[in-house]
């Protein structure tokens, strides 16, 4: 006889991890997303912290970073400016 979908997933490794967490069922759901959620976001959070100024949340950007940034803008007007004076 095959297993139908409505049966839950008592038996399952996940639910038996999970109902080991103190609390209601409500909160031990809570808890396992926390941690689920803490898990997958980790990797992301410690490769930023190593390249300041290119994170998720900074504002302010290192000023090497800026002055590249403004001397390719200078130098992007200057070759913009001779090609319309050749024009």
Not at 19 to 33: C, R
Request: aromatic share 6%; with cysteine; proline share 6%.
């Amino acid at each position: 006889m095959s297993k139908s979908w409505g049966q839950g997933g008592k038996n399952h490794w996940s639910h038996k991890l999970v109902s080991k967490l103190p609390g209601s069922p409500n909160v031990q759901a809570f808890t396992a997303s926390m941690i689920l959620i803490t898990a997958l976001c980790i990797p992301k959070y410690l490769s930023t912290r190593s390249a300041p100024g290119h994170g998720m949340f900074d504002q302010e950007q290192p000023e090497e970073i800026q002055l590249q940034r403004a001397e390719e803008r200078r130098q992007s007007a200057r070759d913009r400016a001779l090609n319309e004076a050749k024009q």
